[in-house]
């Protein structure tokens, strides 16, 4: 629940009042050393949203007792979440870029996706 109240946060709201990103920033950056480097926000926001969706979905089928659609839901979120922490994978970044690439999403509703050499996602 908390978890999926986070991503209502970061999808819906702004990501500076997520309680996980706050101890992200001021705790978990500092004392490890990381250094802190610009993201773009659109794909995070995207990928927040689908963060939403997954943790809603897994309250629901966790609510209902089904089990296993809520074990591959959680699954699958614990790999992206991993993915995102070990290896710096994005996933849900990814598939904003292909919806762009696929035409689905307009490139320039993302004006924060351009690299500075001009390049997109």
Known sequence: ????????????????????????????????????????????????????????????????????IFIVFMSILILFSFLETFLKFCAGCKIFGILIKLEILDEEECTDCKFEDGSGI
């Open 1 to 68: 629940f908390i978890l999926a109240v986070d991503f209502f946060i970061r999808a819906i709201l702004t990501p500076r009042f997520s309680l996980l990103a706050f101890i992200s920033r001021k705790l978990i950056v500092p004392v490890a050393g990381f250094r802190r480097r610009m993201i773009m926000f659109k794909p995070k926001r995207f990928a927040a949203g689908i963060g939403l969706f997954m943790t809603g979905a897994s309250l629901i089928f966790h609510y209902y007792d089904i089990t296993f």
